[in-house]
């Protein structure tokens, strides 16, 4: 009596194989089109063996397998994995021809199975098993991976039905262990009214109306869920350095409540049949919506022939946080841009994006002067562009099925899809066509910028190309609203964000009265926190200590850390320039980390924990506008023979930097003056960028860029042009920042060393330096002229004098007490 529901099931699928409909034909073969195979068909409560796969075999206790009992095990079979067993039409077709429901009486489960031996006819070579007198014998339970019965229509009678005009019986398989089980799926709408029809509405095949069978709803809520383990490596480290509590001194960190982690699913099958069906059907209506309306493709016919293999496509499943909390569903329909050949399907697949440092520059010119800044958002912008080449596409199996021949459905793509290698390309190309036809410029020192000026008023426009995200920035109104509007009529989905307040995952928030733009990242370092420190811990003062020794060679032994550097590069080179030469430390050894460079992650995850508030403040009062820059370059930085070279540029006293670099040189220096040439090699080339940009812009700096530098020997050199027996080799380097000098583009500048900003990115420096350079940086200066006289630094007593600048301070503290 256990087994009632799987003898019912046998027997339905065993006279849909064999009884006809009266036309000599069986209902399964109205159902596919091909004739059933009863030659694998076995008889029910047939016993036999079944093959213990590799996986299997390692997970069990009983040591080596060596004889063939241990790799089979003895089962009773109850019905077919598929609706009827379908023969293997293809070597690419995933069909498993023995897939079996099996009761392995040794283990009281019941588990799907393939690669088995019936022996139906000598019944001595199996023995009944001998019925389970326990308590536990009624209730037999299921595998651990979690097979689903209710595909093959199983389930009990306070489970709901599933829709049946939306789910419907076919031939499309979902592998799940080691056995293929046919999984239902939503039948396509007829290709003359593809873009007229919602896509809930299915195809009836007449010749199996009156066949089709209803799947009820899986049962969501008792089957078990798998865990996801989340610690890893780098996790159990930090663990294992817990201090243990003292009483009265001891502040642990804010609970938080863990949620249940969700599960994503990797078919659009997984998804109605999930928990959270309701949400993903939802989101795969209004995908498919989208795409009917902007009659992305033409269906191929029935027996058309086409000049080249399509390609593939997929649906792609994501769960998004909005800004309120509450979670959103979304679907789209990627295609397989692997399978793409190129002079073929494509050509070029450039697609440029504005330069951060383009972006800083407009906003402390709005900040200054008080212009506009307003955003738009262009919702599945690569489905916008008009496909470029002859591409045809195979739809996915689990949605599209061809009634007559059970093949993929074919279509030739005449709009753009995600995942295509020329997507990003022609929706750049889109874009530009439409503002240059609307009367804008594109800046050549950045191919996503574009300016319109107002030839009557002077009144300027800026326009911020980020792929999909549009940034306005001007003082004629008029001109952005109707350039939004040229844009709403040319694209489908726009969403105008008035003015903005989050761009590309940088906050701004803008003060009128102090004319200034700060841009911070607090809830991403917030995050970035809560993942590196498991407890409070105390904050400190600077963002890596000079006592980690970093001079020790990884032997792989650790997980790799690119995860972490990648974050920590991203806040460096957007909103905390203060961290940049504690970024390129660490990044060094992304791959192959010590358990220094994990030390060094949590040291600058309590550095962050403390200045987390700390923002760039673009503007201010001052309504000049010139360039002006530092460089400095360390010469043996990290126990290296390479040198690390940094420089940061501003536009006036008041605002923080527009842009900062450091970067560790790929050559080995012979010298500090030659570290320094490089550096001043570096920064000239870059001053060159700006000037041009301003330029276009409209602020052309008519005086040569002061570079400032404490290096009096690079200085002379470039200066004078006086090439020795020492510098012999750099006379490249040297003649090409003198031609700069002579031309009027720079201008060198001696400071000493304690004024020099750019001193904070080639090393690490003590506690009151870090901080003086950091203000600098991130909130502006009023500029200190270089004079003899050098304020004393009070240094910790604790801080060892290890580097170059802590003796440097020492000694000028040492000189003043004497005076």
């Avoid at 980020?466 to 040319?490: E, K, M, Q, R, W």
């Avoid at 792989?556 to 905390?576: F, H, L, N, T, W």
Wanted: proline content about 5%; hydrophobic content about 35%; aromatic content about 8%.
């Amino acid at each position: 009596i256990r087994y009632w529901c799987y003898g019912i099931m046998y027997t339905v699928q065993t006279h849909n194989m064999i009884c006809s409909t009266g036309n000599t034909r069986t209902r399964n073969e109205d159902f596919s089109g091909e004739k059933s195979d009863i030659s694998s068909c076995v008889p029910f409560y047939s016993h036999g063996w079944a093959a213990i796969s590799d996986e299997e075999r390692k997970t069990t206790d009983t040591g080596t397998h060596k004889t063939l009992k241990d790799r089979s095990v003895q089962v009773i079979m109850l019905g077919y994995t598929q609706p009827y067993p379908i023969p293997d039409k293809s070597e690419s077709t995933p069909y498993i021809k023995n897939g079996f429901i099996c009761y392995v009486p040794s283990q009281n489960k019941i588990m799907p199975r393939h690669d088995c031996i019936w022996n139906s006819t000598e019944e001595t070579a199996l023995s009944n098993p001998e019925p389970n007198t326990s308590n536990e014998s009624d209730n037999v339970t299921t595998s651990e991976e979690e097979f689903d019965y209710d595909l093959l229509g199983i389930t009990s009678d306070e489970n709901p039905s599933w829709d049946a005009d939306l789910v419907k019986q076919t031939s499309l398989p979902l592998i799940t262990d080691d056995v293929t089980v046919v999984a239902p799926v939503i039948d396509r709408p007829p290709s003359s009214d593809f873009a007229a029809i919602t896509p809930m509405e299915t195809l009836k095949n007449p010749q199996r109306n009156d066949d089709t069978i209803e799947l009820p709803t899986p049962p969501s809520d008792t089957r078990a869920k798998r865990t996801v383990k989340t610690t890893t490596k780098f996790a159990q480290y930090l663990n294992s350095r817990k201090p243990k509590a003292v009483a009265n001194n001891t502040q642990q960190k804010p609970a938080v409540k863990q949620q249940s982690p969700l599960t994503v699913p990797t078919t659009l099958f997984e998804a109605l049949t999930s928990p959270d069906a309701s949400n993903w059907r939802e989101a795969w209506e209004t995908e498919m919506t989208r795409l009917a309306k902007r009659h992305s493709w033409d269906e191929i016919k029935i027996g058309e022939e086409i000049n080249k293999a399509p390609i593939k496509s997929k649906y792609a499943f994501r769960v998004t946080v909005r800004p309120n909390g509450t979670l959103k569903y979304r679907c789209r329909l990627v295609a397989c841009g692997y399978s793409q050949i190129k002079g073929d399907d494509y050509d070029a697949t450039f697609a440029p994006t504005a330069k951060y440092r383009s972006l800083c520059i407009i906003l402390h010119l709005a900040a200054v002067f008080g212009w506009d800044i307003q955003g738009i958002d262009f919702e599945l912008a690569f489905l916008e562009s008009d496909i470029d080449k002859e591409i045809y596409m195979t739809l996915p199996k689990d949605v599209y099925i061809d009634s007559i021949n059970g093949k993929p459905v074919v279509v030739r793509l005449r709009k753009s899809l995600y995942g295509l290698k020329q997507a990003g390309e022609l929706w750049y190309q889109l874009v530009n066509n439409l503002l240059v036809s609307y009367g804008y410029t594109r800046i050549i020192h950045d191919q996503c910028v574009y300016i319109k000026r107002d030839p009557t008023t002077g009144k300027v426009t800026i326009i911020i190309c980020y792929v999909d995200d549009l940034l306005f920035v001007g003082n004629c109104p008029t001109t952005i609203s109707n350039t939004i509007a040229h844009l709403l009529a040319n694209v489908t989905n726009l969403t105008e964000m008035g003015e903005v307040k989050r761009y590309i995952g940088v906050d701004i928030k803008r003060d009128l009265e102090r004319h200034t733009i700060s841009l911070s990242q607090k809830p991403y370092i917030d995050k970035f926190i809560d993942e590196v420190l498991t407890e409070y811990k105390s904050s400190k003062p600077i963002p890596m200590s000079d006592q980690i020794d970093f001079s020790k060679e990884g032997d792989g032994s650790i997980e790799p850390i690119q995860d972490k550097v990648g974050q920590i590069r991203y806040m460096a080179d957007k909103c905390r320039p203060d961290i940049l030469t504690t970024a390129g430390i660490l990044g060094s050894a992304a791959t192959k980390p010590t358990k220094a460079h994990l030390k060094g992650i949590e040291h600058l995850a309590r550095y962050l924990q403390g200045t987390k508030d700390d923002e760039i403040v673009l503007g201010g009062m001052d309504e000049t506008v010139k360039l002006f820059g530092y460089t400095d370059a360390s010469h043996l930085p990290d126990n290296s023979s390479k040198p690390r070279l940094g420089y940061c540029f501003f536009l006036n006293l008041t605002s923080g930097t527009i842009h900062a670099r450091s970067i560790k040189d790929t050559t080995v220096s012979h010298s500090s003056c030659e570290s320094e040439i490089k550096a001043i090699d570096a920064a000239i080339r870059q001053t060159i960028w700006l000037r041009g940009f301003l330029d276009e812009l409209g602020f052309t700096q008519n005086e040569p860029t002061v570079l400032y530098t404490d290096s009096q020997s690079a200085k002379a050199l470039a200066d004078i042009f006086k090439i020795g027996s020492n510098s012999a080799h750099l006379v490249m380097r040297i003649n090409y920042i003198h031609e700069c000098i002579e031309s009027g583009i720079v201008r060198l500048k001696y400071i000493n060393t304690f004024n020099e900003v750019a001193d904070i990115l080639t090393k690490l420096l003590p506690v009151q330096l870090h901080e003086r350079h950091t203000d600098f940086l991130l909130r502006g200066h009023n500029f200190i002229e270089p004079t003899t006289v050098v304020k004393p630094v009070v240094v910790k007593s604790n801080f060892k004098f290890n580097s170059a600048i802590g003796k440097f301070v020492h000694k000028l503290n040492k000189v003043k007490t004497k005076q």
